[in-house]
């Protein structure tokens, strides 16, 4: 029988991290974001780098995350919304930003996404203004009126409601949206994880605004 003991190591070669194969064909492709940004540094707070000219990609697009207290959920979900160019999301506190379970899955998303605080005894007002304002109410929500995601158009203005971990969407906030969206399932287990579904939802909003 071989043994670890009569094996015996093989040459190491070191190699750049950096340099590529040169008949690598499909090679990745990150870049480094605010090098392709115009930023503005002097006299500008943290939270505030981006160009006030450039704006977000899709300012008609609101995340509403009032009702999610996980902090990793609302972290990655923060994450989430900045890479695909959401408008603005809300948050149950501002203080949750500050919060290391938070920073260490949003991997400083919040300085660049503008965040709005709306506590979840305030969201029915908040809901009722942002219609009065033209907005589109979305829930993502299992209910008897839901429609299946791929089948559903976008408005142009809208604003996209996460329900909490286990609960959802209370009925109170069901009964003044505008529209009720749900992930087709196939498994065994009743739901998504709510950043989970928030990526899957809002990817879905987005790709259908690519021109």
């Known amino acids: 029988k071989s043994t670890l003991e009569d094996c015996t190591p093989s040459k190491l070669v070191s190699k750049d991290p950096l340099v590529q194969e040169q008949h690598a064909d499909n090679i990745q492709r990150k870049i480094t974001p605010w090098k392709s940004m115009n930023i503005e540094t002097e006299q500008e707070d943290s939270s505030q780098r981006l160009s006030k000219s450039k704006g977000r990609e899709y300012e008609g697009l609101i995340v509403v995350a009032s009702l999610i207290d996980r902090l990793p959920n609302l972290g990655g979900l923060c994450r989430t919304c900045e890479i695909l160019g959401v408008g603005k999301m809300t948050i149950p506190s501002a203080l949750a930003v500050k919060e290391r379970e938070f920073t260490g899955v949003s991997v400083t998303a919040e300085q660049w996404l503008p965040m709005e605080e709306v506590p979840e005894s305030q969201l029915l007002d908040y809901i009722q203004n942002l219609k009065s304002a033209g907005w589109s109410i979305v829930a993502v929500e299992q209910a008897s009126k839901s429609v299946p995601l791929h089948s559903f158009k976008f408005p142009e203005k809208c604003a996209i409601i996460l329900g909490k971990e286990r609960e959802g969407v209370p009925v109170e906030i069901l009964n003044h949206v505008d529209h009720c969206v749900e992930i087709p399932q196939h498994g065994l287990i009743r ?17 259908q605004r690519i021109k």
């Open 191 to 207: 739901s998504f994880n709510v950043h989970v579904t928030g990526s899957i939802v809002l990817w879905e909003c987005v790709r």
